[in-house]
């Protein structure tokens, strides 16, 4: 009977217990659970997203390969679709570059313009945003719009600090503007390092320039 007695009491207890706890242990729990799902359920939605970006950057790339009487438009079509409804994420900064050069290669020097544009304000990627600015200036020299290509190459990266300026001297080499092209492309032969093989390519305008 004291067995019994001592096993009511511990009953006793846990109901106790319960009866003041166990709202808030059911709620802890439901909290948890909801958490949980909710985080398995945002890992789902992103991986699908990725997978649909990639298809349109796949179709993009297909249509830049492949060429054909439309595929400026379908081009441009992935491109738009990628930066609205998938800008977050790294196909569409990818898109846009693989789009500009392909429409550049077409003649279509709007096209690529538009392209570069949008990607050299994109301040959350600074690698690509670095790269479509330095494209963006060539375009732009291409142009002879000279004032919009230099100031492209404003706050150079460090990383492609050389490659701005050595661009930065192709602008002002055309512009005839010889010293400052000459200070310029020997800081970009500086950044670039003798192991670089694009520093033979610097040099090389360097020489030209002082020859001329």
Known sequence: ??????????????????ARYGTLVLSLVAAVAVAWGGWWGSKAY??????????????????????????????????????DQYGSTGYATRGALVAAQALQAQKDVDGARQQLEWLAGQTKNPSMQAVARLRLAG?????????AALGQLNNAPAAFAALFADRRGDILAAQGKREDARAAWQSAIDGLGTANPLTQVVQLKLDALSGA
């Open 1 to 18: 009977m004291a067995y019994d007695l001592e096993e009511q009491e511990k009953l006793d207890a846990i109901k106790a217990w319960w």
């Open 139 to 147: 375009l732009l020299l291409d142009q002879k719009q000279y004032d």
């Open 46 to 83: 992103q991986s699908h997203k990725a997978n649909q970006a990639m298809g349109y950057f796949e179709a993009l790339e297909d249509a830049a390969r492949l060429g054909g009487a439309d595929s400026s438009v379908r081009i441009k079509a992935a491109a738009a679709t990628l930066r």
